[in-house]
């Protein structure tokens, strides 16, 4: 019997599950929707493998969280699905559901080019629906960074594949340089030299054209997600993207959104220790429950 549902998968291995200690994860290269091999990681939480409460087996108990929620995490610009921090988060959320992780185009083993946000949401796309295939009740989109960005504009632009949003040190519009990190950014993504130093120094393989078109802001998406529980996550020492960022994305979003300004935070999936991201998975097991 396969373990393989439906997304565009290229091929597949599998290696110890280090992380949960549980079941070997399955890894996959997804072909997205414009041909580029995403490298997939999926892994069943720590709580698949509690024993029932009636005395049944533990495999009739994964049998049964198999239903429940899976996390498809995105990670930020010039991560991938192997560094430390990604793992980090990866074992945060298992305490809560089954795990997907994967590298945008670009970055880590995938292929193609990071355009650092915009063809990213087809990247998302096929992990999301592979993470779905799976048989799991929900399926939940935890984007950082420009992964934040991502995970916005993949809910609004493919309305009912996502059970809820979480988007953490998102920003709001594009182009903004207001802060020396983000001009550095800019100048890494914009001149040949600094994709230089993104692919030789941060191991990130930058595409060379400006956008044409110009992809849905942030924000714009934030307003096109409802019904779908979105909460935005912020630090309020991110020396990125100040808080008019997060606020403008939660306000954006209405009544469907919730805003946590987190006090003496930075930027992102380093910043985010493991009581916050408790706290995520309890918000998201409180909201699509």
Known sequence: MS?????????????PNSETGGRAPIRTFLRTDDGIPIDSVYELGAAVYEMPSDGGS????????????VFVVAHGFTGD??????????????AYGAVVTFSFRGHGASGGRSTVGDKEVLDLAAAVAWARGFGHARVVSVGFSMGGSVVLRHAALHPGTVDAVVSVSAPARWYYRGTAP???????????????VGRYGFHTRIH??????????????AGRIAPVPLLVVHGDSDAYFPLDHP?????????????????GMGHAE????????????????ARTH
């Open 3 to 15: 373990n393989r549902p439906a997304g565009h998968a290229a091929r597949s291995t599998v290696r």
């Open 58 to 69: 533990a495999t009739e108990s994964a049998g049964r969280d198999a239903t429940d929620t």
């Open 81 to 94: 699905a192997e560094r430390p921090h990604v793992r980090r988060i990866a074992r945060a959320l298992a």
């Open 182 to 196: 983000m001009r550095r950014l800019h100048w890494l993504v914009t001149r040949p030299t600094g994709r230089l």
């Open 208 to 221: 060379h054209r400006d956008w044409s078109p110009v992809p849905l802001s942030p924000v714009e998406a």
């Open 247 to 263: 606020r403008m994305l939660a306000e954006a979003a209405g009544d469907h959104g919730e805003l946590w300004l987190e006090p």
């Open 270 to 285: 380093h910043a985010a220790d493991d009581a916050l991201l408790a706290r995520i998975g309890e918000w998201v097991r």
